[in-house]
């Protein structure tokens, strides 16, 4: 017959066990939901951005990814709400990409 310790580790173990189970599926969920919302975000720059803003875009990936991403979702939201009508060229891309980087503004305050 098993000691009341044996009995206290065997459901320890069973527990951490059914911890880690549990992180690793909201891992997984987590990771799904990535691929997912990556999936959106491809279709959606293929059927919104024209080659040359595509380039751009991956350009733009390579040097400065977090504003990339800023770049993409903002796409997104556009894109939407119905408020991309054709297809971004290039130039329309820069604007939007300045438009961007200007809503980023700092203020350092002294005392």
């Known amino acids: 017959m098993p000691t009341e ?9 069973q527990r951490m066990l059914e911890q880690q189970q ?3 599926q909201e891992h997984m ?3 799904a939901q990535q691929q ?14 024209e080659p040359k803003a595509r380039e751009r875009l991956a350009n733009l990936k390579l040097v400065k990814p977090e504003l990339a991403t800023q770049l993409e979702l903002y796409l997104a939201q556009l894109y939407q ?27 350092i305050k002294r005392k």
């Open 5 to 13: 310790e044996e009995l206290k580790r065997k459901i320890l173990q």
């Open 22 to 24: 549990h992180a690793l």
């Open 29 to 31: 969920q987590a990771q």
């Open 36 to 49: 997912q919302m990556e999936e959106v975000l491809r279709v959606i720059k293929m059927q919104v951005l």
């Open 81 to 107: 709400s119905g408020q991309i009508r054709g297809k971004i060229n290039d130039e329309q891309m820069v604007s939007i990409l300045k438009k961007i980087s200007e809503k980023k503004e700092y203020r």
